[in-house]
């Protein structure tokens, strides 16, 4: 059954372990965010009758670029957008981009903004929405920041991240963030084995169990919420922020 149309939703699709992937749909037109995999998103957009517009690509990595060439094989048309510093490893990628871009898709603005931390190149994409029905601005940040979390440095280094991070920190509180994975649930178990009295965490922490339990993702999360209970977020200093990304990765539950 296909779906009504829609002005304006972003739909997830979870897949692998723990990937989510993004679409996000306005007027029956699609744009697919970091798909890890092909065929749950031929799927969905051919189910709920939508044509593919883009996709966007955070960073290189396979569980982010997995799916694309299988989908642009369904909607050969449709465009790819990746950082222009990926180019020799997203070769496909039809729009090179560069941060602080101005993009328009979907007819809604879009900012691109240089995050470099995860991977050396890695890019998010800022929608600041000014429909009085909808004010959330939208944040897709791949694996940049997570709930109550970000990415290790797999190519970045810790001062990159720390800028990058406050990149995201100076956006609005009320930006939705729809990062690229569903890390929530131990990013705040272990943020609470270091700040065990935390109430921001231990709240954060006992509401996410209950979602997890019920089968519902925790993400997307708000800023403002980010900025109370996720400690990257919360670091001070690049050398705060590195000493708790060493600590993060050394981690065992």
């Not at 007819?107 to 959330?136: C, M, W």
């Amino acid at each position: 059954m296909k779906t009504e149309k829609k002005n304006f939703i972003i739909h997830p699709i979870p897949v692998l372990k723990d990937n989510i992937i993004w679409i996000w749909v306005k007027d029956n037109e699609a744009v697919v965010v970091d798909p890890a995999i092909s065929q749950p998103v031929i799927s969905w957009l051919k189910d709920n009758g939508v044509k593919l517009n883009c996709i966007l690509q955070t960073h290189h990595h396979e569980d982010h670029i997995g799916g694309t060439e299988k989908i642009l094989e369904e909607w050969p048309s449709a465009s790819v957008i990746a950082s222009k510093g990926d180019i020799d490893l997203i070769p496909f990628q039809t729009c090179s981009v560069i941060g602080n871009e101005s993009l328009v898709i979907l007819n809604e603005q879009i900012k691109v903004i240089s995050v470099p931390g995860h991977t050396k190149n890695h890019i998010a994409y800022f929608l600041h929405r000014s429909n009085k029905n909808t004010p959330d601005p939208v944040l897709f940040c791949g694996d940049t920041l997570f709930g109550a979390g970000c990415g290790r440095l797999l190519g970045g280094t810790p001062n990159q991240m720390f800028d990058s991070l406050n990149k995201i920190k100076s956006l609005p509180d009320n930006t939705k963030i729809y990062c690229a994975h569903e890390y929530t649930e131990s990013n705040l178990q272990w943020a609470q084995s270091i700040y065990p009295q935390d109430l921001n965490i231990r709240t954060r922490l006992k509401d996410v169990i209950t979602k997890r339990a019920k089968g519902l993702l925790t993400i997307p999360s708000r800023l403002s919420e980010e900025r109370k209970s996720n400690l990257f977020i919360r670091a001070k200093t690049s050398k705060e922020f590195s000493e708790l990304r060493f600590h993060k990765d050394n981690w065992k539950r």
